[in-house]
């Protein structure tokens, strides 16, 4: 059955200005977005599509990527918590991915400047000098491609214009937050352009990672550090982040506008902040304590509402008793408890006018990134899960379009595209995971390349004056290979996994995609449109066996989505409230598995499988109205729904009446700004942001240790700009009634592990900043 749905660009009123002009353009001007691979405005784009200026980020005090889908609807993006490293935690519509593998795909594509970042890490990105953010909903198989099965985020950076100007920003903050972003504009000859952009970051964590011997020196854990005056060995949840970019841009003619763009950041860190939510360990405590009488056991779990743990990221050299009590010898591994992540890339975006109806556009580029992340997953002094995690990896992308007109009125549209991927994953990583009956410590080092071929082609035709057909088509072949190591930590032959060392899977498959939509136009303030859609995102081998049986393949997930829709534009354009509604079929869905004793053992379990089908309903609404000058009011507001209707019986247990992780089944928002004119004196223009995310679970089981409430968060800003616009100084304030709430959960409760670890949000903080344009 077909639900309804509301939707509309919430932000879509505010334009992108000039540099020495910051404040908002009136009404009735639209974003300009290019989901269709032409420009159009948001307002006649037939797609569920939230477009952000960069004014409003700055309003609603949104510094990167997670922080924009408060005011989406059905969209989760969340920093992954710690065991998943530098990463995205990313859901559109019940659709994503949560588990940071380089061998699995995303479920909402990123983009760049239409360049595809192929992996969740690295892609919680800082929102540096911006034009605007798109987030797409809904399968773009057809429009983005493979891996965007539920959605799409595309960030678009402002481009050299050769006028001279810039800005430069300084803020500080609660815990010694220091951010600088400056960024500049200027002609280096009548058609070479360039524009420089940098930011850095800094601010002191959050989470206490405390002594736990200091603070308790009768428990028989002895101290990390003796001695010391407060027993915190360190704080996560810290920020350390630079990065710059430049770009060129040559317009030698009217036909001929090519941008080339350099881009280089380093993330250095200590790991996302944790604490322990619950223990329900029941292994061999003498093979995860070297302390004689000291279990790993709710001690360790410190009373809700807490911003500390007692990691140490170190474990003693040990002798294991195996099953039969035979003794088994164990390395000591000692780690920095920090997150490193430093990538670069290049790119060259051509658009090339061929004839006054034919345009060529090419996009290629190349990134490369280095990762490197931390876990003590049980965030206690014993040896129950230690992990290293060390990523290399570079993609080459091309694409190319062709796009034009037809007809005596330019009635029909299209476009003709080619786009190749190659991409290569190094993954080394340590476990030391000492809870299984049999003693799990072993250096991996995987390989994964893997590569894309597609063509695609997509047409407009306005059959009458107030009737647009689009149809789109895409074919898509795609490759992976996977050779898996396994050896002990000083590289000898691991006698328990051993039997993985060199061994490898393959994957090859292709797709067609497409898409089919009507649009009509009711009024010249009214458009309404269906739409069938479809998407998938790739398949592959499960990228962690602690078996050969494990090593197993899985198919890709698929999705066939029926939208209806209506945008809207009242009294004047001054009210935006528009509607759309999803129906999807959801079938063989990826999950990560951690239970899946009929795939071999003994040991513990990850295992990437179909565990079943779905449908999904929902419903999403936005609004966007200025009533009279000056003031600004917008609303969103989603629910969905998530049913099973198969589960795989080798699925791990998941219950017909579970859903997805991390879907909420409502979701709301509301902003509201007024900004007061003293003439001479400038303007005050006071914000008020709050939004609510409902309970969701993290776990494909939907245990209750993986549960998360739901909770509502409130922002505030406070921005003076003087009468030429060209100065600004701001206050806000985050989490502005000091909500303590989780961000993920890493669950590992029914598991050999026995333990989940919650990550949370950012405590009640306030910054003060200073701009100037110039």
Known sequence: MLAFVLLSPIAAAQVATEEGDPSPEPAQDMIVVTAQFREQSIQDTPLAITAVSDEMLQARSQTDIADVTAQAPNVTLKPSPSNYGPSLTASIRGIGQYD?????????????????????????????????????????????????????????????EGIPGGYATVAYGSRNRIDLRVGADFALTDNLFARITGVSKQQDGY???????????????????????????????????????????????????????????????????SVLTAVTFNGNQDNVSPYPGVSFDQRFVPPSGSYYNYATYESAPDIFTLPNGAPYPLQGVELDGRSKLESWGVSANINLELSNRVTLDSITAYRTYSTSFDTDGDLSPLAVNMQLNEID???????????????????????????????????????????????????????IPASTEAVFGHISWAATNALTFNIGLRYTTEEKDYTFGRANLNGSFNPFVGALEGASGSYSGDRVDYRLNAQYEFTPDIMGYAQFATGFKGGGVS?????????????????????LGFKSQLFDRRIRFNAAGFYSEYNDIILTLLTCPQFGGPGPCALSANAGDAEIMGLEAELYAEPIDDLLFDASASWLDFQYTRINPDAGGIPMNAITPYTPEWKWSVGIQYKFDFDGAGSVTPRYDMSYQGEVFTRPENLPTSHIDDYILANARLTWRNADADWEASLAVTNLFDKYYYLTIFDLTNSTAGFASGQPGRPREWVMSVKKYF
């Open 100 to 160: 940071f593998s380089p061998a699995l795909e995303p479920g909402v594509g990123v983009y760049v400047d239409d360049v595809y970042y192929a992996t969740v890490t690295g892609s919680v990105l800082d929102l540096l000098d911006l034009q605007r953010v798109e987030i797409l909903r809904g399968p773009q198989g057809t429009l983005a491609g493979k891996n965007s099965i539920g959605g799409a985020i595309k960030l678009y950076s402002r481009k050299p």
């Open 543 to 563: 990228p962690r066996p602690f078996n050969p049986e494990q090593a197993r393949p899985f198919d890709p997930e698929t999705l066939d989505t029926y939208e």
């Open 393 to 447: 990896y570079w993609q080459l992308s091309q694409e190319l379009r062709l796009n034009g007109t037809l007809g005596a009125a330019n009635e029909i549209a299209w476009t003709l595209g080619a786009f190749y991927f190659d991409q290569k994953s190094e993954l080394y990583s340590i476990a030391d995971l000492r809870p299984n009956p049999v003693p799990l410590q072993f250096a991996a080092d995987d390989v």
């Open 207 to 273: 989470v206490e990672r405390r002594d736990y011997g200091c603070l308790f020196p009768e428990s028989g854990v002895p101290a990390q550090r003796p001695g010391s005056a407060d027993c915190v060995l360190a704080k996560e949840g810290e920020v350390n982040y630079q990065a710059a970019r430049i770009m060129l841009r040559y317009e030698p003619s009217d036909t001929l506008d090519a941008t080339l763009a350099a881009d280089y950041s380093i993330d250095d860190r200590t790991v996302a902040g």
